[in-house]
């Protein structure tokens, strides 16, 4: 089974401070995304990466950056992390266009 | 903006009966359909693909596509109380520019009563 680790399930930080989540998925896919899920709102994409060092914009990119080095891994990075951006994290993986994703378990943070 | 429309519900069934989970989405030319199990407070897992119009059968879980009338619906049979979740839809629309991306519908909550 592919698996998609997130670093961390729970993170509470600072209002201001940079935040980091780290994805990493096992099994060679190409393409990774990251989301967040809010109540009423559903899953809502912040960047994806169809390569390594591609990275292309999602529906709410505001506040965030991504970065990927390597292929398995994939990053996202609050700059200055606010409290609206209090969420559900979810990373997720793909082979391909025709396979679905592969989510992580999640990082629920907590900005405070 | 494509869309992927769920009814939130509750949906609520007793054990054992068919629940029918429904889905539309407005972006004509799409090409792949999924269903999502989310179980609260866990991420999404996929349950079920459909490419082609008709019915695909998977243990007690059918999808079911109409493209004609831009809809996706997902049956579950004999439902039990471990089907209680939230059941996302996502579509690959084909327009847009980028087809590596799914769109998510906002979920159904389902509730299987003992």
């Known amino acids: 089974d592919v698996k998609v680790t997130q670093s961390s399930r729970y993170l509470v930080k600072r209002t201001g401070e940079k935040v980091f989540l780290e994805c990493v998925q096992d099994?060679?896919?190409?393409?990774m995304f990251w989301y967040r899920q809010d109540p009423g709102l559903g899953l809502r994409l912040i960047y994806f990466?169809?390569?390594?060092?591609?990275?292309e914009k999602g529906d709410i990119p505001e506040g965030y950056s991504v970065s990927r080095e390597k292929k398995e891994r994939f990053s996202l990075i609050l700059e200055s992390a606010s409290t609206n951006q209090t969420s559900m994290y979810l990373c997720?993986?793909?082979?391909?266009?025709?396979?679905?994703?592969?989510f992580g378990s999640g990082t629920r943070l907590t900005v405070v | 903006q494509k869309e992927v429309e769920q009814n939130s519900g509750p949906l609520s069934v007793p054990e054992g009966a068919i629940a029918s989970l429904n889905c539309t989405y407005s972006?004509?030319?799409?090409?792949?359909f999924f269903w999502y199990r989310q179980y609260s407070g866990k991420s999404p897992e996929l349950i079920m693909f459909?490419?082609?119009?008709g019915d695909k059968e998977d243990g007690r879980f059918t999808a079911q596509l109409n493209k004609a009338s831009q809809y996706v619906s997902l049956l579950i049979r004999d439902s039990q109380p471990s089907d209680s979740a939230t059941y996302l839809c996502?579509?690959?629309?084909?327009?847009?520019?980028?087809?590596?991306?799914?769109?998510f519908g906002k979920g159904t909550l389902l509730t299987v009563n003992p």
């Open positions: 972006d004509r030319g799409s090409q792949s």
């Open positions: 996502a579509v690959i629309p084909i327009s847009g520019g980028s087809n590596y991306k799914l769109t």
């Open positions: 990466s169809y390569d390594v060092k591609m990275k």
């Open positions: 459909i490419y082609s119009n």
């Open positions: 099994m060679d896919h190409e393409n």
């Open positions: 997720a993986s793909s082979s391909g266009v025709d396979y679905g994703y592969t």
